[in-house]
């Protein structure tokens, strides 16, 4: 009996402290992955591939977001205006694909990047787009664009993409 006692009470201290120092404090790692870095406005294609920034078609331009959130930014509105009089003076029409850094569930991740989908879909509607011209998709963190862990490649995947369809 002692000698089953001195191998579980070490084995239970390993455990118990391996639990309590892998928990950090949430109001930390909240605020951290909250920061509110805006997305660079340089483009991340070089290669002249008709692709202007992001995964979105030329002459238009992504939408980022914050985390967690899928209301369009303050800052992001006039790329939604450049993109709705760009849809507008054409006869194209466009898939807005949500996309989500690679925090979170697959499953929570392709519900946010839905909302964020339909945000975009309903400011451009709102800004006299036809609804026919638009469609949307979301592929969660699936197409991630930088597959850092830092505040940069997570703010670069929080998007919508605008990519023209035949």
């Given amino acids: 009996m002692m000698k089953r006692l001195q191998v579980v009470v070490p084995a239970l201290l390993c455990v118990s402290v391996l639990a309590l120092t892998g928990c950090g404090k949430k109001a930390d790692t909240d605020a951290a992955m909250k920061t509110d870095a805006a997305a660079p406005e340089e483009s991340l294609d070089s290669k002249g591939t008709g692709i202007s920034e992001g995964r979105t078609s030329e002459g238009m331009l992504p939408v980022y977001f914050d985390f967690d959130e899928s209301a369009i930014r303050a800052d992001q509105t006039s790329r939604i205006q450049l993109n709705a009089d760009f849809i507008n003076k054409g006869t ?75």
């Fill in 92 to 166: 194209v029409n466009v898939r807005i694909e949500g996309n989500c850094d690679p925090r979170g569930t697959n499953e929570y991740n392709m519900a946010l990047g839905e909302r964020r989908a339909m945000s975009a879909k309903k400011a451009l509607l709102d800004l006299g787009v036809a609804e026919a011209k638009l469609t949307t998709v979301s592929y969660g963190e699936e197409r991630l664009l930088l597959h850092g862990e830092d505040e940069m490649s997570w703010a670069q995947n929080r998007r919508d993409d605008f990519v023209i369809v035949e």
